[in-house]
């Protein structure tokens, strides 16, 4: 009897030994899989374009070149066809985060375009219950509280577009004022919590979202006078006439001629306050309001504000290089460089006086085409380019399907990890649809919605005009020729509308004219409840 007990106790302690080993090898092989998750850095500048980006190559790469923007595309790859789905600022970031158009996030335009739904998914929300350590620093700018973020530290004045000098930042829900230009601030907190913020044995995912380069475009003290020796070039479409484009590109209030006094850096009179400091400041943003010195005539004063204008942008654009500088020593330092994926974008893309244009809002290319790159030493080729269309409601799934994240929530975009690895599938999409919807303020842009395949782009401006325009990208990549009425591209243009159509129902809008018009027109509310210096600036503007 005693043996057969302590045979009993034996085979008991073996098999209790042999599960603690099944269960330490378990817990080891989860511990290996969550070492090699790789983690996130979602970089995005405001308003930064690929004319802006030295790797995109332009007028200004040897004058203001962006060395360490172009590591990334040197040591990743950078994509030439990367879309905007509503070029403006609230949109594009309601799209990325949710993977959807704008008629399901239900945030179309920036004014009187409300806050963002909160209770809706969003990516970073799947990463954090996941097991990702999650943070968002620099810009929101959609009035409700982030959802899916450990650590969070936003921009909270001017209605939460921030200020580049001492500004305000919301830390996980209680204002903060902080000293100094924010573009380095943003980066200070990015890589405080990089270092003490986060558990250092799981892996993370961080937003770092720059105010820079958004107007008015205030470079860092040290940059402020870097090009005042030399004439900036101008872009080959500077003098556009917008001949055969007049009731579209040539009806807006975006060109040269709508600088303001702050836009020009013009010295404030002293002791203004409230309504009369922010009239002072904003002066030239209406029509008939030309902000030049005296003296000079109408083509000088024009390319005096450009010249004040792309300077400006071009030292915001130097500070952000810089910093994103910053961030890849930190990750070279610490070994976190390999099993890291950063991805380099923008809202949209902008206008650096091409068309006589600043600001984005335009299915023109300028404004549509986003810069993206994406490096990632483990899965993407050093050196690669990418000329799918993508748009920006893929990221989402894309960054998921890169941490190998599945979700059960409907997605509008699609992953393209397949693109980054080199290989584009057989069925990728062909053609993009686009829609955008403020009107008149800001800058007087008609709402319309379009296709853009790699050959062409097909619009319809439609709120109190009707007015289709079609380009031929491969023979007139500046898009000044609108052939739409052109009888030998008819069979493109009923092609292209049959296509856009089928978009249209693909993405759950397919209302009527009347249907957009109502968007258009609807308030849906302030992006905040509280008023500042800077949300009593529409009121000025529209004469209220």
């Known amino acids: ?98 993977g959807n158009y704008s008629n399901i996030n239900g945030y179309y335009k920036n004014e009187s ?94 937003l770092l979202q720059y105010k820079a380069p958004h107007r008015p475009w205030e470079p860092d003290t040290k940059y402020e006078t870097l090009w005042d020796d030399i004439e900036m070039p101008y872009p080959a479409t ?68 450009y010249q004040t204008y792309i300077k400006d942008y071009l030292a915001c654009v130097k500070s952000v290089d810089d910093n994103i500088g910053r961030i890849l020593k930190y990750l070279d330092d610490n070994g976190l460089a390999e099993n890291t994926v950063i991805v380099l974008t923008s809202d949209q893309g902008f206008y650096l006086g091409d068309h006589g244009f600043f600001d984005k809002r335009f299915i023109y290319e300028e404004s549509l085409r986003m810069p993206f790159i994406v490096k990632y030493p483990k899965l993407v080729k050093a050196g690669s380019k990418n000329e799918d269309i993508i748009s920006n409601i893929d ?27 080199g290989t584009t599938p057989i069925d990728w999409q062909k053609g993009m649809y686009y829609h955008y919807y403020e009107f008149p303020y800001w800058h007087h842009v008609q709402p319309h919605y379009g296709i853009r395949t790699q050959k062409y782009t097909l619009a319809h401006f439609y709120y109190n005009i009707d007015v289709w325009e079609l380009y031929d990208l491969e023979k007139d990549p500046q898009q000044l020729n609108n052939i739409i009425n052109a009888p030998e591209y008819a069979n493109v243009v009923s092609d292209l509308k049959s296509q856009l159509k089928e978009l249209m129902k693909k993405y759950e809008n397919d209302k009527t004219l009347a249907d957009f018009r109502v968007i258009t027109d609807k308030d849906f509310g302030s992006i905040v409840d509280h008023q500042d210096e800077e949300t009593s600036v529409q009121d000025i503007l529209t004469n209220k």
Not at 43 to 70: E, F, H, R, V, W
Not at 247 to 256: C, I, N, R, S, Y
Request: aromatic content about 12%; glycine content about 8%; hydrophobic content about 35%.
């Open 1 to 98: 009897m005693l043996n057969k007990i302590k045979l009993f106790t034996a085979c008991t302690l073996v098999m209790f030994s042999c599960k603690e080993g099944v269960k330490e090898q378990a817990s080891n092989e989860l511990v290996k899989a969550e070492a090699v998750r790789p983690n996130i850095i979602y970089i995005m500048a405001d308003d930064l374009t690929t004319q802006a980006i030295s790797a995109y190559g332009g007028i200004y790469k040897d004058i203001a070149p962006t060395p360490n923007i172009d590591r990334l595309a040197k040591e990743g790859m950078l994509f030439q066809d990367v879309l905007c789905t509503n070029a403006i600022c609230g949109p594009s970031r309601a799209a990325i985060l949710t």
């Open 113 to 206: 375009g409300g806050k963002f739904d909160e209770s809706q998914w969003t990516f970073p929300q799947e990463f954090q219950k996941n097991g990702y350590q999650t943070s968002l620093f620099g810009k929101w700018h959609l009035g409700t509280e982030p959802k899916g973020f450990d650590m969070y530290k936003y921009h909270n004045s001017a209605g939460q577009q921030g200020h580049y000098w001492d500004p305000v930042y919301n830390e996980n829900g209680v204002d903060v004022k902080e000293k100094g230009y924010s573009t380095n601030l943003s980066t200070d907190f990015a890589i405080n919590w990089l270092q003490e913020g986060r558990k250092q044995d799981a892996p993370f995912m961080m």
């Open 238 to 305: 500077f003098n556009d006439d917008y001949k055969g484009r007049e009731l579209t590109a040539g009806d807006t209030e975006m060109t040269m001629d709508y600088f303001s006094r702050r836009d020009m850096k013009l010295e404030e009179p002293k002791n203004l306050k409230g309504k009369e400091k922010i009239k002072w400041a904003f002066y030239g943003a209406k029509p008939g309001e030309i902000v030049q010195p005296e003296g000079m005539n109408e083509e000088e004063g024009r390319k005096w504000r």
């Open 395 to 421: 990221f989402a799934p894309t960054l998921l399907d890169l941490a190998n994240i599945k979700t059960t929530q409907p997605i509008q975009g699609v992953s393209f990890k397949s693109n980054l690895e």
